[in-house]
Antibody
């Protein structure tokens, strides 16, 4: 059974940093691209970032490019999202999502339960 | 960036009725790379349809997807009580973007 468990969310001040983690199990982690998708309170879904199965290719939405960094550790089946220079508009539930592609993220066939990031002073 | 516009914003229907949800893209979605998701309050989204018309594993056959180019449709043939939720479309032909969602509510 595929399981994705996010952690690392919390309250952070504007301009601060946070690192999210996603522990994966139930599938061959290194064979699949992974992504982060976020949802602001009461709003829709927004794709944030993706990474290939090998970790050699990364992809970002324009709204986070230059501030967020996605990475993965295939030895520990874990996905990360380093978030710097956080803004109030980054406040959201962040979901870890598995894709059905080895290279570029496509559609998301499994999702974690999400971790809440709140950016506020 | 491809912008996806979903309509209507809210669909009020009764159990047993047919639901037709629309997703229109600002430019053609290559290779019909379009997916549909269902999200219930407090839950993560669930994949329903990928590649415009392929049902994901375990999805009942009352859910069907169709369309190509810029116009796509999700149809729920007969609404069950558990189908009342918010539905999102997502394209992955050029980067990845989501529509704003359609809420299917009980009439």
């Amino acid at each position: 059974e595929v399981q994705l468990l996010e952690s690392g969310g919390g309250l952070v001040q504007p301009g601060g940093s946070l690192r999210l983690s996603c522990a994966a199990s139930g599938f061959t982690f290194s064979s699949y691209a992974m992504s982060w998708v976020r949802q602001a309170p009461g709003k829709g879904l927004e794709w944030v970032s993706g990474i290939s199965g090998s970790g050699g290719s990364t992809y970002y939405a324009g709204s986070v490019k230059g501030r967020f960094t996605i990475s993965r550790d295939n030895s520990y089946n874990t996905l990360f999202l380093q978030m710097n220079s956080l803004r109030a508009e980054d406040t959201a539930v962040y979901y870890c999502a598995k894709t059905n592609s080895r290279v570029a993220p496509n559609y998301f066939d499994y999702w974690g339960q999400g971790t809440l990031v709140t950016v506020s002073s | 960036e491809i912008v996806l516009t979903q309509s209507p914003g809210t669909l009020s229907l009764s159990p047993g009725e047919r639901a037709t949800l629309s997703c229109r893209a600002s430019q053609s979605v290559s290779s019909s790379y379009l997916a549909w998701y269902q999200q219930k309050p407090g839950q993560a989204p669930r994949l329903l349809i990928y590649d415009a018309s392929s049902r994901a594993t375990g999805i009942p056959d009352r859910f069907s997807g169709s369309g190509s180019g810029t116009d796509f449709t999700l149809t729920i043939s007969r609404l069950e009580p558990e189908d009342f939720a918010v539905y999102y479309c997502q394209q992955y032909g050029s980067s990845r973007t989501f529509g704003q969602g359609t809420k299917v509510e009980i009439k």
